[in-house]
């Protein structure tokens, strides 16, 4: 096969929806948005409402969850690596720091963004 360079829009969604989070992804009149009100299970009346945290973290695990999807039909040197798994520090007063990384292949003109392989 060929290498990946990114997942398609489709896959993040299915990772989406496979944590219950269906039709987050919606493309209308050829632009693409995502309903934060799934994301989230908010109502967001208008951008002052707080969430960005909790839909990137979101957003994130779905990446990560559609790479491994992906990479299980790839062979090594093929496989995306832009979402490994996350690092979870103790527990402190009820709540867990996550740390994530995400690692990209940006050229300098920054026009064309991929993930790089493993």
Do not use: C, W
Not at 18 to 40: E, F, M, P, Q, R
């Amino acid at each position: 096969m060929t290498a990946r360079t990114d997942l398609t829009f489709q896959e993040l969604e299915t990772a989406l929806a496979a944590n219950g989070l269906t039709n987050a992804l919606t493309v209308i009149s050829g632009k693409l948005y995502v309903d934060i009100s799934v994301v989230n299970g908010v109502t967001v009346a208008d951008l002052t409402v707080e969430g960005v945290a909790e839909l990137l973290y979101k957003l994130r695990i779905a990446a990560g969850n559609a790479q491994s999807t992906v990479n299980a039909a790839l062979s090594t040197g093929e496989q995306l690596a832009s979402y490994p798994p996350f690092s979870y520090g103790p527990p402190i007063s009820g709540k867990v720091s996550v740390t994530h990384v995400s690692t990209f292949l940006i050229p300098l003109n920054e026009n064309t963004i991929t993930s790089p392989n493993v």
